[in-house]
C-alpha cells in the first residue's frame, strides 16, 4: 500500500487525532494484511449497508401500498404467521406478549418520546464531539456547523406545540358547533352518526381515537412518536416538526458527509493503490474508500449511515404529508377513500347505488395550506356560505 500524504492539520487538539493522523498517513499494517487475505472485504461494509437500506426501503413501501387495502397480502401472512407461531409458543408467553403490545400500541406511552430524545441526544452527542471538532480543525464555516443545532432547536419547540396541544377534541359541549365546520360528503362521514364512546354526535372529518379515548375534530392520526393525536389544532404544527426533522437530519448528513470528502481529497488516497490476492497492484476504488473511512472513523460512519437512512425515510413521509396538506386530505381520509374503512351507514339510509368518493373538502393549493395552519371555525363558514 502507498502511503498517502499527512491530511489533518498540525494544530488539531482532538483525542482521536493522532491515531487519525497516523492512520491517513499510512493504512494500518493489520487493515492491509485483511484486504490481503480477505479480497472481498472492501466490499463488505458498503454492500451490508446497501443491502440493508433497500430492504428498509423495500418493507416501508410494501407497508405504504398494502396498507390502503382491507385483505392485502400482507394483512393475510401477518394473520397465518400469528396462526403457527400460535401453535409454538405457549399460552402464557402470547398473553404477556399481547399485553405488552397493546399497552405499547394501544395505550398513551412516552416510550416513543424517549426513544425519540434519545436517538437524537446519541446523534448529536456524536456530531458535537468528533464531526464538528474536526469540520472546525479544517476550517468549516461557522454558520454551516451552527445549523444543525438551530434546526435542532425549531424542531424540538415543534414537539413541544405539538406533543402539548389539543388536537381538537369532541365534547359534548363543543360537538353541535363543530358539526358546522365541514359538510358530510355523505361517503365517508355520514350526518346523524354518534359515537358509542364518547356518546356525542360525530362532526364531519371526526374520528375516536382509542389511545387518547376521545374523539378529535378533523382526524388525521395518533402519532406515538409525539405521544399524541393529531386534528385540527396542531395539524400545522405538526407539518413543521417533521420538515424541521427531516431538515435536521439532512444537514447532519450533509456536513458529516462534506467533512469525510474533505478528509478523502487531502489525504490523496483516492489516487492510491493495493496489492489485491494475487499480489497485482489495484487503483482504490469506492468500495475500499468507503471501508477504509470505517475503519477510521466506525462511529462517524455509523451515525451518517444512520441519518443518511433516516433523511430518506422521513423525506417520503414529509412528500405525502405535504401531498395531503395541499389536497385537503388526512391521513385517515386518504386510508378510507382507498377502501381500508368508511363510516357506516345509517339504517334509514339505505344504498341505492354504489357511492363514489369525491374530495369536497380541497379549495385550492393555498387556501389548503391556509386551512392546515389556520384550521376554519362555524362563522368563517357561514361567511363563506
Request: with cysteine.
Amino acid at each position: 500500500m502507498r502511503r498517502a500524504p499527512s491530511v489533518l492539520p498540525e494544530g488539531l487538539l482532538h483525542p482521536w487525532a493522532r491515531e487519525c493522523q497516523a492512520l491517513l498517513q499510512d493504512w494500518h499494517p493489520g487493515v492491509q494484511q485483511r484486504l490481503l487475505s480477505l479480497p472481498g472485504l472492501g466490499m463488505d461494509f458498503l454492500t451490508l449497508f446497501v443491502l440493508y437500506l433497500c430492504s428498509v426501503l423495500a418493507v416501508s413501501a410494501l407497508l405504504c401500498l398494502c396498507s390502503g387495502r382491507k385483505e392485502s397480502f400482507l394483512t393475510r401472512s401477518a394473520s397465518r404467521a400469528g396462526q403457527v407461531l400460535s401453535l409454538v409458543v405457549p399460552r402464557q408467553l402470547q398473553r404477556v406478549t399481547q399485553r405488552a403490545l397493546h399497552r405499547l400500541f394501544h395505550t398513551r406511552s412516552c416510550l416513543f418520546v424517549v426513544l425519540h430524545v434519545a436517538l437524537q441526544a446519541a446523534v448529536f452527542v456524536e456530531y458535537t464531539w468528533e464531526v464538528f471538532v474536526y469540520c472546525w480543525e479544517l476550517q468549516f464555516h461557522l454558520l454551516l456547523l451552527l445549523l444543525p443545532y438551530l434546526l435542532l432547536a425549531g424542531n424540538l419547540g415543534c414537539f413541544l406545540l405539538c406533543s402539548r396541544a389539543n388536537p381538537g377534541a369532541v365534547t359534548k359541549s363543543n360537538a353541535a358547533s363543530l358539526a358546522e365546520v365541514y359538510a358530510y360528503d355523505g361517503v365517508l362521514f355520514q350526518r346523524g352518526l354518534v359515537c358509542p364512546t364518547c356518546t356525542v354526535q360525530k362532526p364531519a372529518r371526526s374520528k375516536h381515537c382509542s389511545v387518547c379515548r376521545t374523539c378529535v375534530h378533523r382526524f388525521d392520526h395518533h402519532c406515538v412518536w409525539v405521544n399524541n393525536c393529531i386534528g385540527a389544532r396542531n395539524a400545522g404544527v405538526f407539518l413543521l416538526y417533521l420538515l424541521s426533522l427531516t431538515a435536521t437530519a439532512g444537514a447532519v448528513a450533509a456536513v458529516t458527509a462534506a467533512f469525510l470528502t474533505q478528509v478523502l481529497l487531502l489525504s490523496n488516497v483516492m489516487h492510491g493503490t493495493y496489492l489485491d490476492a494475487q499480489g497485482q497492484e489495484q487503483p482504490v476504488e469506492i468500495p475500499v474508500l468507503v471501508q477504509h473511512l470505517f475503519l477510521t472513523f466506525p462511529r462517524i460512519v455509523f451515525m451518517l449511515g444512520f441519518v443518511i437512512l433516516l433523511t430518506l425515510v422521513l423525506g417520503g413521509y414529509c412528500s405525502f404529508s405535504l401531498y395531503l396538506a395541499l389536497t385537503n386530505q388526512t391521513t385517515n381520509e386518504w386510508c378510507k377513500s382507498r377502501g381500508f374503512g368508511g363510516s357506516p351507514h345509517l339504517p334509514s339510509q339505505p344504498r341505492a347505488r354504489p357511492l363514489v368518493y369525491r374530495n369536497i373538502y380541497s379549495k385550492g393549493i393555498w387556501r389548503n395550506l391556509k386551512e392546515i395552519f389556520n384550521p376554519p371555525t362555524v362563522l368563517e363558514r357561514k361567511k363563506e356560505t
